[in-house]
């Protein structure tokens, strides 16, 4: 074999090998799926409730079906990403307006270090909980994309889907928010 050819088929050799590899979430800036308001209150997706693995920090199981009757608020973030820790000033502040018999926020921490994010969240003294997965996250939470929003209407159907960075604590939102909430 020549040095020339070798210098050829090495990248197509490592492209293809990279093509089987599952990359990790890329961070967004700003490319959500629709309006907020708009698209918030659909529900023609299968419920999702119970099929999505989270422990708390204390290794304790959480089943999104103790939120049944709710609207919740999945967001999937880590403290690498930066439009993730910029998102999340906003989903606090979108949380201490929220009435919380109504809604839940649950915080899905990506990170494969926990004790990063809960220090992180210490920090910027926010105190929404954090979660972790405990198994791959399976659709509509998984996605190559961070941050990743999933809102549940109370019957733990998707209502609506967000990929990148979006400004939750607007009135428009949070109104759209408490329609979903009030659904049976």
Not at 98 to 108: E, N, P
Not at 129 to 141: E, G, Q, S
Request: hydrophobic fraction near 45%.
């Amino acid at each position: 074999m020549t040095c020339k050819t070798l210098l050829y088929q090495v990248p197509l050799l490592a492209l293809s090998l990279l093509s089987f590899a599952s990359p990790p979430p890329v961070a967004v800036g700003a490319a959500q799926r629709g309006s907020l308001p708009a698209i918030l209150g659909r529900t023609d997706v299968a419920p999702t409730a119970g099929i999505l693995q989270l422990v708390t920090a204390e290794g304790r199981p959480v089943d999104l079906n103790q939120f049944r009757g709710k609207a919740v608020f999945v967001g999937m973030w880590a403290t690498w990403c930066a439009p993730c820790r910029v998102e999340m000033s906003g989903i606090e502040a979108l949380a201490a307006r929220m009435d919380t018999s109504k809604v839940a926020f649950v915080l899905i921490s990506l990170d494969k270090n926990p004790e990063k994010a809960l220090k992180f969240m210490q920090r910027q003294g926010f105190r929404l909980p954090v979660y972790f997965p405990a198994a791959p996250l399976p659709p509509p939470f998984n996605s190559q994309t961070i941050p990743n929003t999933v809102i549940l209407s109370p019957d733990g159907h998707v209502a609506a889907r967000y990929e990148g960075s979006v400004d939750y604590d607007t009135p428009e939102f949070r109104q759209a928010l408490e329609k979903l909430a009030a659904r049976p």
